[in-house]
Nanobody, 124 residues
Framework: QVQLVESGGGLVQAGGSLRLSCAAS????????MGWFRQAPGKEREFVAA????????YYAESLKGRFTISRDNAKNTVYLQMNSLEPEDSAVYYC?????????????????WGKGTLVTVSS
């Protein structure tokens, strides 16, 4: 089992920044790919970004490249999502995810483990 706990969500004005954190624990979590998804009210959950623990390989949703940055701190067992130039359309619950391949953290149905989510609200 892998446990994922998100933090860092909150209310921010448009144009502002937030950094989300995902603390990982459990059996062999470092062997997994880590990802972030988001789900806005009334919409489907969508992929945001992914990173590998071992090599730091990153992958992003095309529409979010340049504004969002995923990173990890192996010593702290934590993955981050830095979000800049936030827009009201970025308002959503953001979920941390883990899977054993890249494909397993870019497709909702393939994710092995989910966190409970953290709410981000961007005001206009």
């Amino acid at each position: 089992q892998v446990q994922l706990v998100e933090s860092g969500g909150g209310l921010v004005q448009a144009g502002g920044s937030l950094r989300l954190s995902c603390a990982a624990s459990g059996r062999a979590f470092s062997a997994y790919m880590m990802g972030w998804f988001r789900q806005a009210p009334g919409k489907e959950r969508e992929f945001v970004a992914a990173i590998s623990w071992s090599y730091g390989f990153t992958y992003y949703a095309e529409s979010l490249k340049g504004r969002f940055t995923i990173s990890r701190d192996n010593a702290k067992n934590t993955v981050y999502l830095q979000m800049n130039s936030l827009e009201p359309e970025d308002s959503a619950v953001y979920y941390c995810a883990a899977g054993n391949t890249l494909g397993a953290v870019v497709v909702v149905g393939s994710v092995a483990y989910w966190g409970k989510g953290t709410l981000v609200t961007v005001s206009s």
